[in-house]
């Protein structure tokens, strides 16, 4: 999460978040055992085993998808699950804030359908949670297996030296047009 870390540090907060929202997409998908889940049921799952019992946050496994949702679709705090009231909307405390200050705010404007969260407890939940995750692992040869494959198709970089001397091997030493 050093790449969220680094965006929160020079105030970029939305790149930060949908870096952390697509960290947690990435590690429910990493853990879901079946091909055909929705994408919806992995993150919650993923969420509710390793990420809210690390950590006391105040939302529901469903409220931070809806927030990953409209971040990443609409980059608003608003989805079709807040929308229809099925989950909160998001109102974030960043740096030196402070979350109670900002639930005292929404106390008195009487509204009900906003959660205050520190973006940092939310980066300490996903790293608690990470760490959790990964001792489960370790310990299980179904989600250790099923971990292995996906992260197998992870992109990776590749030099331009590493592609010419692949290329030379092979006999593909012209260049494509």
Not at 34 to 57: I, T
Not at 67 to 89: I, M, N, Q, V, W
Not at 141 to 164: C, E, I, V
Request: hydrophobic share 40%; with cysteine.
């Amino acid at each position: 999460m050093s790449a969220a870390e680094t965006c929160l540090e020079k105030r970029l907060h939305m790149p930060a978040l949908i870096l952390l929202y697509s960290a947690i997409d990435i590690s429910g998908w990493l853990a879901c055992l079946s091909d055909n889940k929705p994408v919806r049921d992995a993150f919650c799952e993923w969420v509710d085993k390793y990420m809210l019992p690390a950590n006391q946050l105040s939302c529901t496994s469903l409220d931070l998808y809806a927030a990953r949702c409209g971040l990443l679709h609409t980059f608003t705090p608003e989805s079709r699950y807040s929308s229809t009231g099925d989950a909160k909307l998001f109102a974030y405390a960043w740096g030196k804030a402070k979350v109670a200050d900002l639930r005292k705010s929404i106390e008195l404007q009487g509204r009900t359908d906003l959660i205050a969260i520190h973006v940092s407890d939310l980066l300490e939940a996903y790293r608690l949670g990470l760490a959790r995750y990964l001792t489960d692992v370790d310990n299980d040869p179904s989600l250790g297996s099923t971990f292995d494959l996906k992260a197998g198709k992870f992109f990776a970089p590749m030099s331009t030296r590493d592609l010419d001397a692949y290329l030379d091997a092979t006999g593909c030493t012209d260049p494509v047009a």
